[in-house]
């Protein structure tokens, strides 16, 4: 057990609607990064945010957005989903640039 | 650009077998850290280890082991003596950018299927 959770565990949504996907950091973390995990593939870099800024995003577009909270937890937010977008998205927590611990994930399927 | 190789993509043994799952790296970085995580049917990622780029001595925890080798960019993971439950994909990773902004390469993983 990590400490990480998140929440939904699953969700299925239909195109072109929004999602939000939260996660809550382990005690004394405070950044959280989140990755899109294709089936069959390795995890994919959303991006991270530290002390409730953004802090690096990888290639993903505008619509892929989030926000971190006082309490280090944070949410993913993604707009005008697209089948693609079907995935299981994990969260990490880490103390800054150290070991990132992962939660269990959400699978989001979009119809 | 930075990017990790787990050329196996399946392997499968029998219990009790040792087994080495391979891992190479490309990075530009004099600064780096790699991992290893394990990612059973429930798909949380479990950390296993974290090494840094300026120490190469090998390590052993029970067992699993991990030699990390700069000469040829490898750091491949070995499980002794195998055991059903060691069943998961396991994915190496390496850790990209500076300060505290560390976003984590991966490779596709190799799924291991231990038979009893």
């Known amino acids: 057990e990590t400490g990480v959770t998140q929440s939904p565990t699953h969700l299925i949504k239909t195109r072109g609607q929004q999602v939000t996907l939260r996660c809550s950091s382990q005690s004394g973390h405070n950044t959280v990064s989140w990755y899109q995990q294709a089936l069959g593939q390795g995890p994919q870099f959303i991006f991270q945010y530290y002390r409730e800024e953004e802090n690096g995003r990888g290639n993903f577009p505008p619509r892929f957005s989030g926000l971190q909270f006082p309490n280090y937890s944070s949410e993913l937010n993604v707009n005008a989903l697209e089948l693609d977008d079907s995935a299981l998205y994990l969260c990490?927590?880490?103390?800054?640039?150290?070991?990132?611990?992962f939660g269990p994930g959400t699978r989001l399927t979009v119809l | 650009a930075q990017k990790v190789t787990q050329a196996q993509t399946e392997i499968s043994v029998v219990e009790k077998e040792d087994v080495t799952l391979d891992c190479v790296y490309e990075t530009r970085d004099t600064t780096y850290y790699l991992f290893w995580y394990k990612q059973p049917p429930s798909g949380e990622l479990v950390f296993l280890i974290r090494r840094n780029s300026f120490d190469e001595q090998n390590e052993i925890s029970g067992r699993y082991s991990w030699n990390f080798q700069k000469s040829t960019s490898s750091f491949n993971f070995t499980i002794t003596a195998s055991q059903v439950v060691d069943s998961a994909v396991y994915f190496c990773?390496?850790?990209?950018?500076?300060?505290?902004?560390?976003?984590?390469?991966w490779g596709l993983g190799t799924s291991l299927a231990v038979n009893p």
């Open positions: 990490a927590s880490s103390l800054a640039a150290n070991t990132q611990y």
């Open positions: 990773a390496l850790s990209d950018g500076a300060g505290n902004n560390r976003k984590l390469i």
